[in-house]
């Protein structure tokens, strides 16, 4: 990513707050940087109506566009800077995250950046469906931010994994690693990295290599199936690859934070304990839903999510 200067931000035209934008403008340092916001609106009343005829229905959506541009205009003026050269757009577009995509494909953004709010009765979900379709399908980096204001002394948090289970072979790691290290900077704010290690997974293979008589052949130095043993060469092993894979950027290792048990569990406390203002996470997934642990974690962490795709993220509709 290095130093971002092409920011999309998408804007919520029934919105009064525009935490996406305020996100933004955090971004803004002492170089020029150009912001495009845009407007995908999409009003299925206007469609249903049967008494307006073809040319009175485009002359109806022609205004609902013209009003949100007048929005989009007067949020540029609010925040003028001589640092910001904004553009704006308003798109009348069905589904909206293909709308998304299509100006994506147009601005060529470093860094797509859309609030999310609880939108059910618990508000425990924040994702919007448009939120889970960005995640899937977006190229470039996506920052969803999920609250107006940062805790005190804010951090970005890169979660890595060293071990690779779910990008086997890849440089996702590394590309989550560089893109924080490069928001951080960007932002003047700490950065940290953290691994999970969960040895109840561990506990479940072990037994089951077990049962299966296999032990001495996988683990030759531990003819005596000694558990606690293997857990904590594995724990070492783990922690090894994980301050080999933070190299440069993480030299010091008390920004390393291997943290043991259920990530679904432990991982929005440790992002708790950092004052995390953005989780730095790899996304792989190219169709289908997203896996169980991640929704988990997108839908419960506290803090903004930035999602980044692997370098050879292809995505066809």
Known sequence: MSTLSRFLVDIDPNKESQPALSRTLQFVGNTPVTIKLLSCVYAPSVLANNFLSPQQLAKTKASVLKINERKLQKLTEQHASSLIKY???????????????????????????????????????????????????CPVPVLFVKHAEWPDNATVVAALDPS?????????????????????RQLKIPLHACHCFDPGY??????????????????????????????????????????????????????????????????????????????VLGNTYRTGLLGSTAQRLLETVECDVLAIKPKDFEFFV
């Open 87 to 137: 553009e704006i757009e308003a798109i009348w577009y069905t589904p909206l995250y293909l709308g998304i995509l299509d100006v994506v494909e147009k601005f060529k953004p470093d860094l797509l950046i859309k609030a999310t709010h609880p939108h059910t009765i618990t508000a425990r979900r924040f994702f919007t469906p448009t939120d889970w379709q960005l995640l899937k399908a």
């Open 202 to 279: 561990w506990d479940i293979l072990l037994e089951a290599i077990g049962e299966s008589g296999q032990w001495a052949d996988v683990f030759s130095g531990n003819p005596d199936k000694d558990e606690s043993r293997v857990l904590d060469k594995l724990r070492d092993e783990h922690n090894q690859q994980f301050a080999q894979e933070c190299g440069e950027l993480i030299p010091n290792s008390a920004n390393q934070h291997l943290i043991s048990g259920d990530i679904g569990n432990v991982l929005p406390q440790t992002l708790r304990r950092l004052h995390a203002g953005i989780l």
């Open 164 to 184: 690779h289970n779910l990008s086997k072979d890849s440089e996702l790691d590394q590309r989550i690693l560089k893109s924080a290290f490069d928001v951080a």
